[in-house]
């Protein structure tokens, strides 16, 4: 598959991120058939064995979708963390190989034997960076897009303003680009377009559907929260991440000594005494005001699709 039929195939130039602990099959599914892209990352289905189980389950259900409304859904993604602190990525990748996914998303380190992998069955690779030095790694081996993962989005998001990397990105890169970061709105899909980005990747809103697999407190605090609810901070990982500061002050963790915090060695194991980030503390990127109500994923998709349409419309008629 190429990036081009990768999107001709989609309603909507969106994918959906794939979120710890909160994205699963009915997400995917429900994203997959409303026309974006639906993932999920790989270290969700516990334990390794159960990723087979839940690939087929996806597959299954997207089939039977098109046989019954004669619509091609979208292809679905899946991420592979392929850092060291990950035990399972030969394993997670012998699965996802023999499944053939479609499009696999990469995390925090250089994914060369899984580009080798997935291109060997004609599947693309898109990889996740933070920097131009980690954009610079990743088109060095291969990958088929880049997901720039900007200020202000969920999880272990960069410091640097879209407007700052992604046109240094694309002054050596020619590959596909996905635009994150505090992205909830149609009008945003269309701006990272205008920017110059292939697809925009949306991840909170997704916290706060009904599909989602995150606790119910975890999409009402979505639901409730402002940008100024989020801290930015490397306390509970090692590496900076976006938090709901209301979840960390539920779980009893000093906020003074989480904002004061220095980056360290990544801690994902279960033998570290400190609250656990995304277990104990939830995450969220800046756009979490934009998020008003928990609904289901097609719903929320509509709505993107409208908002969309409508900026586009507006730019069309101011420029007449």
Same mark, same amino acid.
Request: proline share 5%.
């Given at each position: 598959?190429?990036?081009?039929?990768?999107?001709?195939?989609?309603?909507?130039?969106?994918?959906?991120?794939?979120?710890?602990? $909160?994205?699963?099959?009915?997400?995917?599914?429900?994203?997959?058939?409303?026309?974006?892209?639906?993932?999920?990352?790989?270290?969700?289905?516990?334990?390794?064995?159960?990723?087979?189980? *839940?690939?087929?389950?996806?597959?299954?259900?997207?089939?039977?979708?098109?046989?019954?409304?004669?619509?091609?859904?979208?292809?679905?993604?899946?991420?592979?963390?392929?850092?060291?602190?990950?035990?399972?990525?030969?394993?997670?990748?012998?699965?996802?190989?023999?499944?053939?996914?479609?499009?696999?998303?990469?995390?925090?380190?250089?994914?060369?034997?899984?580009?080798?992998?997935? =291109?060997?069955?004609?599947?693309?690779?898109?990889?996740?960076?933070?920097?131009?030095? =980690?954009?610079?790694?990743?088109?060095?081996?291969?990958?088929?897009?880049?997901?720039?993962?900007?200020?202000?989005?969920?999880?272990?998001?960069?410091?640097? /303003?879209?407007?700052?990397?992604?046109?240094?990105?694309?002054?050596?890169?020619?590959?596909?680009?996905?635009?994150?970061?505090?992205?909830?709105?149609?009008?945003?899909?269309?701006? $990272?377009?205008?920017?110059?980005?292939?697809?925009?990747?949306?991840?909170?809103?997704?916290?706060?559907?009904?599909?989602?697999?995150?606790?119910?407190? =975890?999409?009402?605090?979505? $639901?409730?929260?402002?940008?100024?609810?989020?801290?930015?901070?490397?306390?509970?990982?090692?590496? =900076?991440?976006?938090?709901?500061?209301? /979840?960390?002050?539920?779980?009893?963790?000093?906020?003074?000594?989480?904002?004061?915090?220095?980056?360290?060695?990544?801690?994902?194991? /279960?033998?570290?005494?400190?609250?656990?980030? *995304?277990?104990?503390? *939830?995450?969220?990127?800046?756009?979490?005001?934009?998020?008003?109500?928990?609904?289901?994923?097609?719903?929320?998709?509509?709505?993107?699709?409208?908002?969309?349409?409508?900026?586009?419309?507006?730019?069309?008629?101011?420029?007449?």
């Amino acid at each position: 598959m190429s990036v081009d039929t990768l999107k001709a195939n989609l309603t909507l130039p969106v994918i959906g991120a794939p979120m710890f602990l $909160a994205s699963g099959v009915d997400l995917v599914v429900a994203q997959c058939c409303a026309g974006i892209v639906g993932s999920f990352p790989a270290l969700n289905a516990r334990p390794a064995a159960e990723l087979d189980n *839940w690939l087929t389950e996806i597959e299954s259900r997207l089939a039977a979708f098109q046989a019954e409304t004669g619509k091609a859904p979208a292809p679905y993604a899946v991420n592979l963390i392929v850092h060291g602190s990950n035990p399972r990525v030969e394993e997670d990748l012998a699965t996802l190989v023999r499944h053939k996914v479609p499009l696999v998303i990469t995390s925090l380190s250089a994914p060369d034997k899984v580009v080798e992998a997935v =291109h060997g069955y004609g599947g693309l690779v898109f990889h996740d960076v933070i920097t131009v030095r =980690h954009a610079e790694k990743a088109a060095g081996v291969g990958v088929d897009g880049l997901i720039l993962v900007c200020a202000g989005a969920g999880g272990h998001a960069g410091r640097l /303003s879209p407007f700052a990397l992604l046109p240094e990105v694309k002054a050596f890169y020619d590959g596909a680009i996905v635009l994150s970061g505090a992205i909830t709105g149609g009008a945003a899909i269309l701006a $990272a377009e205008a920017l110059g980005a292939d697809f925009a990747y949306i991840g909170s809103a997704f916290i706060a559907t009904n599909e989602s697999i995150a606790p119910e407190g =975890h999409k009402q605090m979505v $639901a409730e929260s402002h940008a100024a609810d989020v801290l930015y901070t490397p306390y509970f990982s090692g590496t =900076h991440g976006n938090y709901l500061i209301p /979840s960390i002050l539920a779980a009893g963790a000093d906020l003074d000594e989480a904002s004061a915090a220095q980056p360290r060695k990544m801690e994902f194991g /279960s033998g570290s005494s400190k609250t656990k980030a *995304w277990k104990d503390v *939830w995450s969220a990127g800046q756009g979490v005001g934009q998020i008003e109500r928990i609904q289901p994923a097609a719903d929320y998709i509509g709505q993107l699709k409208a908002e969309y349409d409508a900026a586009r419309a507006a730019l069309l008629v101011h420029g007449t």
